[in-house]
C-alpha cells in the first residue's frame, strides 16, 4: 500500500456513491472539525423545518411540505435523508401514475360524488331542521 492509495481509499470513503454525500464545500470537507461542526448545524436546522413540521400537521397550514423541506435540507448534508427522499419522491412518482389510471380515476370520482351527496344530505338537514342557525345556537 502506497500513499497514494492510502489517500485514494480515503477519498472514496467520503464519497459514498454518485449524487450521495455531502454537499458541504470543499474547504469545510478538508478539514474534519469544521465538517463535523458543519453536520451539527445542518442536522439542528432541518430538526427545526422538521419540528415546524410537525405543529403545523393539526393546524391548518401546509405540514407535510415544510417536513419534507426539512428533510431536504438533512439531504445536503446526510446520505440517510438523501435515500429517504429518494424513496419518497419514487413513492409519489408511483402513486401519481395509479392515479392516472382510468378505472382508478373513475373510483375516486365516485367516492368524492358519493361523499359531496351525503355532506349535502348533511347540510340540507340541518338547514331544513334549524334553518341558518349557527350549531351552538341550534339548541335554545
Known sequence: MTAESDERQVVMAMDPG???GSRAPHFI?????????????????????VAAGVLLLPLPGPGWVVIFAGMAVWATEFVWAQL????????????AHRAMDPRVRR???TLTAIGLVVVAAVVGYYVWRFGF????NAGG
Open 18 to 20: 454518485p449524487g450521495l
Open 133 to 136: 342557525v349557527m350549531p351552538w
Open 29 to 49: 470537507r478538508r478539514s474534519r472539525a469544521l465538517h463535523l461542526s458543519w453536520q451539527v448545524a445542518v442536522f439542528l436546522m432541518g430538526l427545526a423545518v
Open 84 to 95: 429517504v427522499l429518494r424513496w419518497t419522491k419514487r413513492k409519489v412518482t408511483e402513486a
Open 107 to 109: 373510483r375516486n370520482l
